[in-house]
């Protein structure tokens, strides 16, 4: 199967910092999503990004698919950004109508005030 | 309007008990998922639904078993419930197909937790 991998693993930031994220993958991809899984263990949608650049408030996203990887982009960063920072990629090899992802192990963020 | 919902969001159990969780979404997706998210926080694919029908079982024993009344709710049942099973299960749903965004939305999650 495809391997994601997220760096780094754990991250502490002091409030109002910048930081980025990273995710590697082993194989081609179709498509590839950024979660934030928050303190009560919701997963919230933050990208769908194949591809290319996207902004959303202080969080960017930008994913070079020929490369490998996407960067997760956290600008100003609020106690509230604090949680499990996840990737996902989808790899669709025979078209059966479901599209499975796969999930990075995730970096932890805590953001001190 | 909640999109993908689960019920319930807390489970505890004894061992050797069946069980159920529920999900319902109201995306008009064709296609339901089931995740499995460890101790350690590893989020695992374990089935794919389409259309009501069983697309993808990931390596799963077969004490769990998804049912799909319709296309707007996957449940799933576990039998003989073990320590191991304690875990947070995802349910989510996308509208895959070519040309389409695959973007996939996850419920709330429901923490079982067997004793």
């Known amino acids: 199967g495809i391997q994601v991998e997220q760096s780094p693993p754990d991250l502490i930031l002091q409030e109002g910092a910048n930081s980025t994220l990273r995710c590697n993958f082993s194989?081609?991809?179709?498509?590839l999503q950024w979660f934030h899984q928050n303190p009560w263990g919701q997963l919230i949608n933050l990208f769908y990004?194949?591809?290319g650049t996207k902004q959303n408030g202080r969080l960017s996203a930008t994913t070079v698919a020929t490369e490998r990887y996407s960067l997760l982009y956290i600008s100003s960063s609020q106690t509230t950004d604090s949680g499990v920072y996840f990737c996902?990629?989808?790899?669709?090899?025979?078209?059966?109508?479901?599209?499975?992802?796969?999930f990075g192990t995730g970096t932890r963020l805590t953001v001190i005030p | 309007d909640t999109a993908v919902s689960q019920t319930p969001k807390y489970l505890v159990t004894q061992m050797g008990n069946d069980k159920s969780i529920k999900c319902e979404q109201n995306?008009?997706?064709?296609?339901m998922y089931w995740y499995k998210q460890d101790s350690k926080k590893f989020l695992k694919i374990m089935f794919s639904?389409?259309?009501?029908?069983?697309?993808i079982n990931e390596t799963v024993p077969n004490r769990f078993s998804p049912k799909s009344p319709d296309k707007a709710h996957l449940n799933l049942h576990i039998n003989s419930l073990e320590l191991g099973d304690s875990a947070v299960y995802f349910c989510?749903?996308?509208?895959?197909?070519?040309?389409?965004?695959?973007?996939?939305?996850f419920g709330p999650g429901t923490r079982l937790t067997v004793l």
């Open positions: 639904y389409n259309n009501k029908e069983l697309i």
């Open positions: 989510a749903s996308s509208q895959p197909g070519q040309g389409k965004k695959h973007e996939q939305f």
């Open positions: 995306l008009g997706h064709d296609t």
């Open positions: 194989d081609s991809v179709n498509n």
């Open positions: 996902a990629v989808e790899r669709v090899i025979t078209w059966t109508g479901a599209n499975n992802l796969f």
């Open positions: 990004i194949p591809s």
